[in-house]
């Protein structure tokens, strides 16, 4: 034993300097991902032709489209900007990897999933047979009434009413790095409202949703909502029955409470609080959260989750429905997380006969939809 | 009671639930409640759904022509309403609209149409923790109720408790309003002096006479003929000014020993009645004094009749004290503070209509204020007897409550123009006049009367 030599505290303070020298360099050297967004909107953006360019871009201050959101399927519920469907290939890949940028990988996918699960909507609607989707036996869609059944009545024109393509982007203001500006994605059970204001990045109100919850494609089983589903009854489970009493609510819920056209409303919560959770629960609670709160690039998810883990003891969740869910299937079950600076809903529909099938989610920070806490300042 | 029907009602809910019910059958009825200290407001969002939204349409366009004009969604808003049953404190409510959106009738029939009805309720003072109800019942065959209430903008108010029964169309609201009780909630009471509690338990009382119309209609209703004295089964000519106040103070006096006493045994829990019929005896009290302001029915023994209802109106008292749920001794220093507040606004209301009583009591002018009090008075305590007997609200209550709004301004009107009508009495030509009625009303006096003659001069 030699102690503590000036030889190794050299090479200690050395080391330590050289740390901090390579990631400073780091930071230089990387792109941040307001950068990288800014970059592949500019991208987007000069892949357009003028009229595109047009109808995507909207006033900073444009209220009436930032709010121009819906789960219903564009037909019924026009929105603004441009489809999918209304871009040739080279600008399709150029809005995905614009998309692709802002959002984080596990983000990506599980918006990609709920827009094949449109799709899917789409060929089933023509009726049995009609594609390579399609949701597995058992599922039994076809049978019953969907939304969207015409109901004998004319159909609307050649456009079908579902579909991938038919998903729309828009931007507010122009992107930046330093001033706010605000990007927009959606379509049939899908709105993504992500604000950039510098480093900072906000992805509330969101709303994702699928019809079918179950689908195969490629001979692979997808649900672009399992894990929001598996993870909350995984939390169920884990409560004792105390816990149980309190966060299963005794009355039945139809649909999202705070669902599109509900912006700023806080109301009271309900259920369960974090705060009689067990380190284990929390833990679980705040991995089931990250389903929405991780959609968001990293960093911007990163900063989010210590804002909601700080906020952990004042978060309620409550419970609606039946405890159980078929094996592979989604829950048939009604649940709320709600703190300080969240709102999560999950809701399954009855519409489509099975709940477990369609599903309707929000998720919310009631102080700051739109990024409007950071945009005041 | 209620709880015995709140477990059964899920249970028949799903004898009579459909086996597959899809929301394409359904009519979405959203409401978002939000409280403050003085109202509630509602915001309903109706969404039919594709397979009901025909039926929903027809029940709304009235003369079947296939569009909703503005008195036809006017029209429905109020049926809307109509449909929904409000209450504070098992008081029924009476939500008025605010205003109402439709959306086209072809995004009705698409399911897609979201019908907006806002509406607004007045909430009467009340004690520290209330019970808000609000029940649904439109179009309970299709509907899919929803009801939540927004967190308090207001800090004094917590929300304490929701209930709800299966399928929501009952919802009830738990919420302690901390300005009520004088400062804080209930739950700190223990750690406040026994001094801010007497305090607030003062202001309570004070705000109790000034607000609960009744108690003060009651008691002007029996000063209207107090500076008077009965002519057999009439009102004759007034009181020397001495013998008035006399009158006033033994009657007012009375009054809150009655009430003290039975404040104090109800408040104790001694004695404890139901509030529902202490509630129509309190109405029938107003009555009687109204029907006495009119024609006397016990005149001189105004005080006795004072002290026997003032005992009525303790046990409401006790009711509002009760809201406040204090213990022990900390109790009797609020119920010392809440019956001397009560004192305190009774002297002030006494002291602020009493002098233009007085003046005017010396004018011709007199019974016109004695017999219209008197009957607005009556009408009243008559809607108040059939409200309260029945659980309904009727229009006369939403008037009275406006007309007890600008009670300062009447009070001050009155004492104009009960001193323009006493300097102009003063005249001697006026005096001449006066005098000549008063001998027709004594003439009259003489003629045989059906009701019984209770006492002479």
């Known amino acids: ?377 | 009671m209620k709880k015995l029907l709140l477990a059964v009602f899920p249970t028949i809910l799903l004898l009579v639930a459909p086996a597959s019910a899809h929301r394409l059958d359904e009519y979405l009825e959203a409401t978002i409640l939000s409280i403050q200290s003085d109202r509630v407001e509602g915001s309903l969002r109706l969404v039919p759904g594709v397979a009901v939204s025909s039926a929903v349409i027809a029940s709304i366009d009235a003369n079947g022509n296939g569009t909703l004009p503005e008195p036809e969604q006017q029209r429905y808003a109020l049926r809307v309403l109509a449909d929904l049953s409000l209450s504070i404190d098992r008081q029924p409510l009476k939500p008025r609209l605010v205003s109402a959106d439709f959306p086209s009738v072809e995004e009705m029939r698409e399911g897609i149409g979201e019908i907006h009805i806002s509406f607004i309720a007045d909430l009467p003072r009340g004690g520290a923790d209330r019970r808000l109800t609000y029940e649904n019942h439109h179009q309970s065959q299709l509907a899919a109720y929803l009801v939540n209430c927004l967190v308090p903008s207001d800090k004094n108010i917590r929300i304490t408790g929701q209930n709800r029964n299966e399928n929501q169309s009952f919802y009830q609201l738990d919420f302690v309003d901390a300005d009520r009780s004088g400062g804080d909630p209930p739950a700190q009471a223990p750690l406040f002096s026994s001094l801010s509690g007497f305090a607030g338990a003062f202001r309570l009382g004070m705000r109790h006479i000034s607000e609960g119309t009744d108690h003060l209609m009651f008691l002007l209703a029996l000063l209207l003929p107090a500076p008077l004295l009965a002519r057999g089964c009439r009102w004759g000519r007034s009181a020397t000014t001495f013998d008035s106040l006399r009158h006033i103070l033994g009657i007012v006096t009375a009054f809150s020993v009655g009430h003290s006493l039975t404040l104090a045994l109800a408040a104790s829990g001694i004695v404890h009645v139901p509030s529902r019929p202490i509630e129509v005896l309190i109405a029938v009290s107003i009555l009687l004094s109204a029907l006495h302001a009119i024609r006397p029915m016990f005149p001189g023994r105004e005080a006795a009749i004072a002290a026997s209802f003032g005992l009525i109106h303790g046990l409401a008292f006790a009711t509002a004290v009760s809201g406040l749920g204090f213990g022990g001794w900390y109790r009797l220093i609020s119920l010392l503070g809440f019956n001397l507040g009560i004192e305190a606004m009774q002297i002030m209301v006494v002291t602020v209509t009493m002098p233009s009583f007085l003046l005017l009591s010396r004018t011709p002018a007199y019974s016109l204020l004695r017999v219209g009090g008197a009957l607005f008075a009556a009408l009243a305590a008559t809607g108040w007897i059939v409200e309260r007997l029945l659980n309904v609200r009727s229009a006369l209550d939403s008037l009275v409550e406006r007309a007890a709004h600008h009670g300062p301004e009447i009070a001050g009107t009155l004492f104009l123009l009960s001193s323009v009508s006493w300097w102009l009495r003063t005249s001697p030509a006026s005096r001449s006049r006066c005098h000549r009625r008063v001998d027709e009303a004594h003439d009259q006096d003489q003629l045989p009367d059906a009701l019984p003659v209770i006492s002479g001069d």
């Open chain 1, 1 to 377: 034993m030699n102690g503590f030599s000036l030889n190794s505290g050299v090479r200690l303070v050395l080391v330590l300097w050289l740390c901090l020298l390579s990631s400073s360099f780091r930071s230089v050297l990387a792109e941040t991902a307001t950068a990288r967004i800014v970059r592949t909107a500019d991208a987007f953006l000069s892949s357009l032709d003028p009229k595109q360019k047009q109808a995507v871009l909207y006033s900073f201050n444009d209220d009436k489209q930032r709010a121009n959101w819906s789960n219903f399927p564009v037909a019924m519920a026009p929105r603004g900007g441009v489809s999918l469907k209304e871009m040739n290939s080279a600008q399709r890949s150029a809005a995905m990897a614009l998309l692709a940028s802002a959002l984080s990988r596990e983000g990506f996918e599980k918006i990609q999933q709920i827009m094949e699960s449109d799709e899917v909507n789409k060929l089933t609607d023509r009726g049995p047979g009609g594609g390579n989707g399609g949701p597995p036996p058992g599922a039994n869609e076809s049978t019953t009434p969907r939304f969207g059944d015409r109901r004998g009545r004319p159909p609307l024109g050649d456009n079908p009413i579902f579909g991938k393509d038919l998903y729309y982007i828009s931007i507010l203001g122009t992107p930046s790095e330093t001033n706010p500006w605000m990007l927009q994605f959606g379509g049939h059970h899908l709105a993504l409202n992500l604000t950039i204001a510098g480093q900072r990045g906000v992805l509330t109100p969101t709303l994702t949703g699928a019809q079918p919850a179950l689908y195969t494609l490629g001979g692979k089983t997808v649900r672009p909502l399992g894990q929001e589903s598996d993870k909350a009854l995984a939390l169920l489970n884990a409560l004792d029955d105390t816990q149980r009493k309190q966060a299963i609510l005794s009355y039945h819920l139809a649909d999202l409470v705070l669902g599109p056209g509900q912006d700023g409303k806080t109301i009271q919560p309900e259920g369960l609080k974090a705060s009689s959770m067990n380190d284990q629960q929390r833990a679980m609670l705040l991995d089931l959260i990250s389903e929405w709160s991780g959609i968001i690039h990293e960093s911007a998810a990163d900063a989010r989750m210590a804002e909601l883990k700080k906020d952990l003891n004042e978060t309620w969740f409550a419970w609606s429905g039946p405890a159980t869910a078929d094996p592979g299937k989604n829950i048939a079950a009604y649940y709320r997380i709600q703190g300080p600076h969240l709102v999560i809903e999950y809701a399954p529909q009855r519409l489509g006969g099975d709940p477990s099938m369609h599903v309707h989610t929000m998720y919310r920070d009631p102080t700051n939809d739109y990024g409007r806490s950071l945009i005041t300042k």
